[in-house]
């Protein structure tokens, strides 16, 4: 039996009542008594809440009083109060890791609430297996790590640079990571916002050129993260610059190339709906102003290199480039993409050619769009006079999206309302299951489009079938308020797509041991108070990579992201929990199946004096103990759940 | 196999011979029964007398093939009950056991068209085709209960599938898009003995669409559809005086015209709507 | 959906179109001017192109493409537009025939050239006959004259002198009374009486007949024709779009009057031995009619199988395509000549075009 | 007189004034079409695409929203509606139902609650009767067999009308279900 310090265990019992939660159930009194009968238990009370001050106070007094050295609490959850406890522990000058506590609550008195005795009967049990492992406590040491003073930003839309400016206007060295040629995100597509109806771009281009000409930013576009090691404070990270073969230190952005290239292809950033040349900026006010070079495209007939002359900006043979760079924290910005719309074949997107989505829309809508603003349907490239929007395409619908995608019934009313400004006759449906106009301003906007006549019908489209002469559009839906079916024939269509995660979060996610929610958005540490962070330490989470959100919210998320990301690099160092994984590299084998089963990244197999041993990085491991169960040679534990203190347990258990 | 239009039948054995595939009879089989309308009298009975049909082909060891939607419904879902839900499968055989039958949920269940597209291959039916019946348009009638519901078939889309149109383009016939193409015949469900007058209100949308759309003949996978489609035509003009006079195929028939099987063994006699203009368009193929 | 990529038969064009909603761009392949010879695909920068079946292996109703471009490959580039020796592939942009590469000088266009040294050229019109395309026209300006005879004078004369010895002319008008050209004006004075004046002459009018002459019971009328060197009376036309300098027109012309200049230069190997026989699959493909079936002379004479006449071939390869029969057929392009800017991408096309080609079994 | 007195005096119209009493909610009966197949009904949110897409919707008074919205409410009425047996089965509702209900199986289920409370349809009687006398819905009749023999096709099918013995089973399987009972023995006097 391994004692600590030498000391012979003195053990001290307190059962918490809170209030009527457990002493409602569970005969505390009797419990505490039961306590006192156990092994080493040397002084057992129970009290009406342990967590108050005068609890822990009582505790400090029991401590100083009977000399105790180990302290068991029946309680609830360690979840919700062992920091407390350990606290408390230590304020009277014990380890605050010669603590355990039982959970006498959640997994006790809630669940057994009408068997009082058999609950009363637990609550012994769970008592004495807590001393038994109590006995075998040992004191632990936390570590200190020093932080890297930078922050990695993955994303530039608007989440990403909001974090980014944050960051930086607070003097902390930011990386901004970005996939496309160009920061500005979603975002940046969109003609106007709702409900205030500011035009995208006019309040997103300034934070973009802030990023660009920010002395603490660092901007990588055209460029991806593609590995990530290290742990909080000290992350590694491997960011691949794609060849634009257009050189950033040469490029003035004076789009001569662009006006010889004899190459035309669709826009992605127009959703296609206009051209642009194999050598392109996707947009005018992009960030970077820096042409690149689409190789799928582009048939190296050297015009560009010609027209951009003395200035040799065109490299050919650029090839990808790695950087290197150690951060402190990272935050993820990855944002979404839309629904696929022709997932739902009933709608025809993909088919009907007056069929589009909302975000081309607003790519015809912009006046920097392809038609300069003007809305025009596709087939005839005649202004409509009428218009169906189809919401929840996608969303709130098990065969597809089973959430709401939240921005759509704003955009949608956006939308009707900027129909009807550019063509005041048109007739404009917007068929609904809900309005859910949540946020401020929101309703009232609802209520505007309303008075501009646009018509509301309750019911979600069923179909459409196109007219092939007129190329019109014939949607059906129920009136569910008249209880009729509808046919509306209207000559564009505008389907609301729900949004996804952004299918490239996946490898980065992956990259860095974060999880995801059902429904693949990645998950927060905790939904309402904790909704910026991850379940890993110095990783933070900004914007719709979280969840479907408007831009106000994804703002306020991408400040509080910021904010959290920098409260480690300016406390300069954190503090690692010591209940970790620990390797007795007398027995590993060097197998290597901890290394494979560790979800955090946390154990590697090195070559330690010419022999393979299993290597814990304590950082990185949260104590898990996936390797612990899976090591064959019983090589590794856990400090604080030792093979010994839990067979203590459950010998404990098994002798009551 | 359908007893109100034998040329089915007949086009069935005769092209499925002609294609190498031997078909065995259930002798002794009863109606599948109907989904629609013998379903809803009590469904637990519809299991039993479906479950009683699989075990007859349970006991050859071989695996059903249907002409017809309906019957593929009633066998394709009950098998999959049976074989999903252990303690109805036992309550279903608590009944037939005591008749002589039991079903163990040995086969597959599968529609002539499933199998032609699937087993068979488009491919090696095109080269079975000796006729192709080039320059006829086609109305491509799917009928519900092949396809639908999806959630439980294998077959893919239900909104725009193309199952039927490969097959039948392998004839060498073109298939013409019209107008609520999957909507239902108007038969099913029972509605047609419930209420002939409403059934015959979709069956008058889907013939009014594809003879608008050109087509020279509606091609349907169910003898139930090609009943109502094909009577019905002669009743909407009792009724309502309408007459369009498009000719109605089961595939099977379709596929018989362009192996080169002289008409007459296709049974087009037992039709209300004469196919003689079709089959006239047809002389320099056929 | 935009943007839309589409490539659908039509008739007896291929149009493969990208369609965006301010900007179509279509690629159109006229089938009847397509021979397959592969030269696009083996220029294309995106390698888009494939070969599809040529010659024996399209036994089919419907017309198979020759060519097969994957619309989504394609740049819509025109390099094919430009190096397609036959004319048939064409680019539009919004409806416009456009090939904004060749416009902005960023790739040449494929050389070819037909000279006709008009000096020599007897407007015979045999070129005209034999070319396959209709790259040469005959034009003749007075297509008519048969009837008319006084343009069919003017068709050989350069002028015609009409000469009255007024000494011998006794005004007797009957000259002008039978010919239209001739005009005898009078004038009667109190002084002299009347009195001859003129003869007048209307050259356009005068068919040379000469009757004047003989009628004239003085002698006093006489008439001569000054000829032109050579009766100019027409011209061949050339179009160099529809010319794919296969050489007929030159090996036909009885006067060596034209020059053709080929885009490729090389030569055509057939290996006779191994052409199986009973095929002539490449004879039917063959743009140029280059290739022959060769016939005995006397009975018993050995001929080969296979042959090509060396000065009509241009060195397509559509032959090589055709071919069911390993190496019977060996294309070597030497040289690939153009108009216009030598560019790095022509430079690459051209070494693609100028590897040997073999033919080879089919599947 | 006014519009809304006018109405009232007529009693035809005076449906329309209709007051829905939770007295006539019958919790059970929302768990009986349940507990048949159609559990997840309770999910429905109302959003109409089932009637958009009812074929027969546009032509009849069915209206399959209101009927899965009846038998959430337990509004055991719907069982005596003529539109419940518009329904041809399509399943188009089905197939688009973003609550992924099986709304046609849903309509089944209410038919044979439907049935089972007396209300049966003269043609379902007639087939279910003739299933129990033939083995089939659609029995082989003269003209047929003429056919079949011209045809040269066996002149009766190798189903239960070759087979007695295999129609005794048919017979023997539906006395031995709640069928006979339920529509064969009262549904006798509809078959004419």
């Known amino acids: 039996m391994s004692k600590s310090g030498g000391e012979e265990p003195r053990i001290g019992v307190f059962v918490c009542h809170c209030g009527t939660n457990i002493a409602g159930v569970v005969d505390v009194k009797e419990v505490a008594e039961y306590a006192k009968t156990l092994p080493n238990v040397v002084y057992a009370t129970d009290y009406v809440y342990m967590c108050s001050d005068p609890g822990q106070e009582l505790i400090k007094q029991a401590i100083k009083e009977h000399n105790l050295n180990r302290i068991v ?9 062992e920091l407390t406890f350990r606290r408390t522990v230590s304020e009277a000058g014990l380890n605050p890791f010669l603590f355990e506590q039982a959970n006498i609550r959640e997994q006790n008195s809630w669940v057994h609430m009408d068997n009082p005795e058999e609950a009363t009967r637990k609550a012994k049990d769970l008592v004495r297996m807590a001393v038994a492992k109590a006995r075998l406590l040992e004191p632990l040491e936390p570590k200190e790590v020093p932080v890297e003073p930078a922050v990695l930003v993955i994303g530039g839309g608007i989440a990403g640079i909001q974090a980014s400016l944050d960051l930086a206007n607070k003097g902390i060295r930011v990386y901004l990571v970005e996939k496309e040629p160009s920061i500005g995100g979603n975002m940046i597509r969109l003609d106007k916002t709702f409900p205030t109806l500011d035009c995208s771009a006019c309040i997103l281009t300034p934070k973009m050129v802030d990023v660009s000409r920010h002395p603490n930013i ?153 038609t300069g603003g003007q809305i025009v349907r596709p087939s005839d490239g005649k202004p409509p006079k009428s218009v169906a929007i189809l919401l929840c395409v996608g969303s709130r619908d098990q065969k597809a999206l089973p959430y709401c995608s939240r921005i759509c019934c704003m955009y949608s009313l956006k939308h009707a309302h900027q129909i009807k400004e550019k063509i005041p006759d048109a007739e404009v449906y917007i068929l609904y299951m809900d309005i859910r106009s949540f946020g401020k301003g929101y309703e009232e906007f609802y209520n505007r489009v309303q008075h501009e006549g646009v018509k509301l019908i309750r019911g979600r489209a069923s179909e459409i079938w196109e007219d092939p002469e007129t ?65 890993v330490d110095g990783i ?50 060097g197998c290597g199946i901890c290394e494979s089963v560790c979800p955090y990244g946390a154990v590697t197999v090195e070559e330690v004096g010419g022999k393979r041993k299993a290597r814990v990085n304590e950082a990185k491991c949260k104590g898990c103990g996936s390797c612990g169960a899976a090591c064959p040679s019983g090589a590794i534990t856990v400090l604080h759940f030792k093979d010994d203190q839990i067979l203590a347990q459950v010998d404990a258990l098994l002798t009551g | 196999m359908p007893n109100r239009y034998p040329g089915i039948e007949l086009a069935t054995r005769i092209v499925m011979k002609n294609l190498g595939i031997e078909l065995v009879d259930m002798e002794g089989a009863s109606c599948c029964p109907a989904p629609g309308a013998f379903g809803p009298a009590d469904l637990f009975t519809w299991r039993v007398l479906g479950a009683r049909n699989l075990s007859i082909a349970e006991k050859k060891g071989v695996d059903v093939l249907t002409v017809c939607n309906g019957c593929y419904k009633t066998l394709y879902e009950v098998n999959q009950d049976l074989k999903s839900d252990p303690e109805l499968r036992e309550r279903v055989n ?59 078939r294998e077959l893919g889309d239900s909104e725009r599938p193309h199952l039927l149109e490969d097959i039948i383009e392998a004839t060498g016939a073109e298939c013409v898009e019209y107008k609520d193409m999957m909507i239902c015949c108007g038969a099913g469900g029972g509605v047609r003995s419930y209420d002939l007058a409403l059934s015959l209100t979709l069956t008058h949308t889907k013939i009014k669409n594809a003879t608008e759309a050109g087509a020279d003949c509606m091609v349907n996978v169910c003898p139930f559809c090609h009943l109502q489609l094909d009577r019905g035509q002669a009743e909407l003009k009792e009724q309502w005086g309408v007459y369009y006079g498009l000719p109605i195929l089961h595939y099977s028939q379709l596929l018989g015209l362009a192996m080169g099987i002289p008409p007459k063994m296709l049974g087009f006699e037992a039709h209300y709507v004469p196919v003689d203009s079709f089959l006239e368009k047809l002389k320099g193929i056929i | 959906m935009l943007p839309a990529l589409r490539r659908a038969v039509e008739k007896e064009q291929v149009v493969v179109e990208q369609r965006m909603l301010t900007v179509t761009q279509q690629l159109v392949i006229d089938l009847s001017r397509c021979v397959g010879c592969g030269i696009c695909v083996l220029s ?55 090939v904004p590469i060749i416009e902005e000088e960023g790739f040449p266009k494929l050389f070819k ?136 027109c030159v090996v036909a012309c009885p006067k060596d009057a034209i020059r053709v200049e080929k885009p490729f230069e090389g030569e055509i190997v057939f290996n006779a031995d191994k052409c199986p026989g009973e095929c002539s699959t490449c004879v039917e493909v063959c743009p140029c009619g280059a290739i022959y079936l060769p016939q005995p002379t006397k009975p018993g004479e050995k001929v080969p199988r296979i042959a090509v006449n060396q000065d009509l071939c241009m060195l397509c390869g559509a032959c090589v395509s055709a071919c069911p029969v390993e190496g019977a057929i060996e294309l070597r392009r030497k040289a690939v000549r153009c108009e216009g800017p030598e560019t790095d991408l022509w430079k690459e096309v051209v070494e693609k075009l100028t590897k040997p080609l073999v033919s080879r079994r089919l599947g | 007189m006014s519009e809304l007195e006018q109405m009232e005096e007529k009693p035809t119209q005076r449906a329309v004034f209709e007051v829905i009493r939770s007295s006539e909610f019958d919790p059970e009966f929302a768990k009986v079409v349940a507990s048949s197949g159609a559990d997840e009904i309770v999910q429905c949110f109302q959003c109409g695409t089932c009637t958009g897409s009812c074929p027969m919707g546009r032509v009849s008074a069915i209206r399959t929203r209101q009927i899965i919205r009846m038998a959430v409410l337990g509004l055991k009425k719907v069982l005596a509606t003529d539109e419940l047996w518009h329904c041809t089965t399509c399943g188009t509702c089905y197939d688009r139902c973003p609550r992924d209900l099986k709304v046609t199986e849903a309509i089944v289920v209410m038919r044979m609650l439907a049935v089972r409370e007396g209300h049966i349809p003269p043609n379902l009687a007639r087939i279910v009767g003739y299933v129990y006398q033939y083995g089939h819905a659609v029995p082989i009749n003269e003209e047929i067999r003429n056919l079949r023999k011209k045809l040269g096709l066996s002149e009766l099918p190798p189903t239960t009308h070759s087979y007695p013995q295999a129609l005794e089973s048919v017979q023997k399987a539906m006395k031995a279900t709640s069928i006979y009972e339920t529509v064969v023995e009262r549904g006798k006097p509809d078959r004419g």
């Open chain 3, 44 to 98: 294309c920068p995106k390698e888009a192109i494939t070969q599809g079946p040529v010659g024996a292996a399209v036994k089919r109703a419907a017309p198979v493409p020759p060519i097969v471009v994957d619309e989504s490959k394609c740049s819509f580039c025109g390099v094919c537009v430009a190096m397609c020796p036959f004319g048939a592939i064409k680019l539009f942009i919004n409806g416009e025939p456009k």
């Open chain 3, 113 to 248: 050239s037909i000279e006709i040294d008009k000096d020599e050229c007897t407007v015979c019109g045999l070129c005209v006959d034999v070319c396959l395309r209709d790259a040469l026209t005959r034009v003749l300006y007075m297509p008519q004259v048969r009837s008319d005879a006084a343009a069919r004078v003017r068709l050989v004369a350069e002028s015609i002198k009409f000469e009255v010895d007024y000494d011998k002319c006794t005004f007797c008008t009957l000259c002008s009374s039978i010919c239209e050209a001739i005009e005898v004006v009078k004038e009667f004075s109190s002084e002299e009486g009347l009195v001859g004046k003129h003869v007048l002459f209307d050259e356009e009018k005068c068919t040379f007949c000469r009757t004047c002459e003989m009628i004239c019971p003085e002698g006093a009328i006489k008439i001569e024709l000054a000829t032109r060197d050579k009766p100019w009376v027409g011209e061949i036309v050339r179009n160099l779009d529809e010319c794919i300098a296969c050489s007929r």
């Open chain 1, 73 to 81: 609490v029946a309680a609830c959850s360690p979840r919700l109060h």
């Open chain 2, 94 to 152: 608590e009944v037939l056991r005591p008749l002589g039958y039991e079903y163990n949920g040995t086969i597959r269940v599968r529609h002539i068209a499933e199998y032609l597209h699937r087993d068979y291959g488009v491919e090696k039916l095109r080269g079975a085709v000796k006729k192709p019946l080039e320059g006829i348009k086609v109305a491509v009638h799917y009928g519900c209960h092949l396809m639908r519901p999806k959630l439980r």
């Open chain 1, 540 to 589: 933070y989470l900004a914007g719709m990579c979280q969840g479907p959100k408007d831009i106000p919210d994804t703002v306020a998320q991408a400040s509080a992201a910021a904010s959290a990301a920098s409260i480690p690099i300016l406390q300069g160092k954190i503090v690692i929990e010591p209940i970790v994984a620990n390797v007795d590299e007398n027995l590993c084998g």
């Open chain 1, 471 to 535: 190329k019109n559009l014939i949607v059906r839906a129920e009136d569910t308020f008249l209880g009729k079916p509808v046919e509306l024939e209207v000559e564009m269509v505008i389907l609301a797509t729900g949004v996804i995660p952004n299918p490239a979060t996946e490898p980065i996610r992956k990259a860095l041991f974060i999880t995801q929610s059902p429904d693949g958005f990645l998950l927060e540490a905790h939904p309402k108070l904790n909704p910026m962070s991850t379940t």
């Open chain 1, 218 to 370: 660092t901007l990588y576009a055209y460029s991806e993260v593609v590995e990530v090691d290290g742990y909080i404070g000290n992350f590694d990270v491997k960011i691949l610059k794609k060849p634009r073969y257009v050189r950033e230190d040469r490029c003035t952005g004076c789009g001569k190339c662009a006006e010889v290239c004899p190459v035309t292809v669709p826009n992605e950033f127009d959703l296609g709906l206009g051209p642009r040349k194999a050598i392109y900026i996707p947009f005018p006010q992009a960030v970077p102003a820096v042409y690149t070079i689409d190789m799928d495209h582009c048939i190296k007939c050297g015009l560009c290199v010609k027209a951009c002359g003395e200035l040799e900006a065109i490299d050919f043979d650029q090839k990808p480039e790695e950087v290197n760079v150690k951060v402190g924290t990272i935050i993820v910005a990855t944002g979404f993409e839309l629904f696929d719309a022709r997932q739902k074949p009933e709608y025809g997107y993909g088919i009907y050619q007056n069929v589009i989505t909302s975000l081309q829309f607003e790519r015809l809508v912009n006046a920097s769009g392809p």
